[in-house]
């Protein structure tokens, strides 16, 4: 075996030392040659490594992969990488940006205090088990089940984009508003103006002729009925569609169940006749001044609103059983 250069002393080749960086210089350089040349020779192989087994940690050094080339991150994180932070310096956020990637203290607290300012949502009551049937004996967990019915709570201007200018608009054409519109909800992207129903046909008139606003078409009219609800139980929710400026509101007029009478809107929308009969069959809405208010679903003498709540969920008694089919000259005529 031939002697080849010795590890660490001045001349010889070292990992350890090219991976610590460059070698000191001057008096401290000059002191680790003199104590690296005191040291006895290390016996090496052909191949210069040391055949010293207290070095043998140098050989694993000699082999090791470099920091940072494993992907897989048996590294340690960098120094001054803090957990759960970006690297390097922090973005600085203004209070002023519209779209700031931080909140400050200042703007959460605004937020917290909008937050409270806003109305809360009004609850009727709460409803257990399904459809509201108790006592039933019901095994398949249905019976567990809570509901709360509540509406979503009113909101106040501005309501942004377009709703503001047709919320200024029915301002101008009504001169007493606050009585013609008695609540603005925005809820899921909709906008929806709570009608008292002696107003209903002269706030329907403006909103299809008025340049600005133009709603044409009256796509549906739909019933709610909320039990719960004293004095307000039966609900009547108009959608309008404005063809010229593409844009869609809803029109809800309440009614006591005592008296459910509500202003038909067929003479400014004639799309409304067979909508309004079906609301009237189904809930019991009368819609006064309507051409031919008769059932469109049900039998003329059927008892009862069927989607009423108060309507029984079964137990109906068949009454078709014997029945016979007029002839078409002496059935009921609807003109």
Not at 79 to 84: F, G, I, L, N, S
Not at 129 to 146: A, H, I, K, P
Not at 203 to 214: E, G, N, P
Request: net charge negative.
């Amino acid at each position: 075996m031939t002697d080849g250069p010795v590890r660490g002393v001045e001349g010889g080749s070292s990992p350890l030392s090219d991976r610590d960086g460059p070698r000191p210089t001057g008096s401290e350089g000059q002191g680790r040659d003199d104590d690296s040349a005191t040291s006895s020779s290390v016996p090496t192989n052909e191949e210069g490594a040391s055949t010293d087994p207290t070095d043998i940690h140098q050989e694993s050094d000699t082999g090791a992969r470099v920091k940072g080339a494993v992907p897989e991150g048996e590294s340690e994180p960098d120094a001054e990488t803090r957990p759960e932070k970006l690297t390097g310096a922090e973005p600085k956020v203004s209070t002023t940006d519209s779209e700031a990637g931080e909140r400050t203290a200042e703007t959460a607290q605004t937020e917290v205090a909008v937050a409270v300012a806003e109305p809360t949502a009004e609850v009727l009551e709460t409803r257990k088990g399904m459809f509201g049937v108790r006592g039933t004996g019901d095994t398949s967990g249905y019976g567990g089940l809570t509901r709360a019915i509540e509406f979503p709570p009113a909101a106040t201007p501005p309501f942004g984009d377009w709703w503001d200018s047709v919320y200024a608009r029915i301002g101008e054409l009504v001169s007493n508003y606050s009585d013609v519109i008695t609540k603005v909800v925005v809820h899921r992207g909709e906008i929806t103006f709570h009608v008292a129903r002696e107003h209903l046909r002269t706030l329907v008139r403006h909103l299809r002729d008025d340049a600005h606003l133009r709603f044409e078409f009256c796509s549906g009219v739909s019933g709610v009925h909320y039990p719960a609800e004293s004095g307000c139980e039966l609900h009547a929710v108009y959608h309008l569609q404005s063809m010229t400026h593409n844009r869609r509101i809803r029109l809800e007029v309440s009614a006591p169940d005592d008296d459910p009478h509500i202003p038909s809107v067929v003479p400014t929308y004639p799309t409304a006749d067979w909508h309004e009969r079906e609301t009237y069959d189904m809930f019991g809405i009368i819609f006064d001044g309507h051409p031919a208010l008769t059932r469109i679903l049900m039998p003329d003498d059927w008892p009862g609103h069927p989607q009423r709540k108060d309507y029984p969920l079964g137990g109906i008694p068949v009454e078709y059983k014997g029945a016979t089919i007029a002839p078409p000259d002496q059935r009921r005529s609807y003109s």
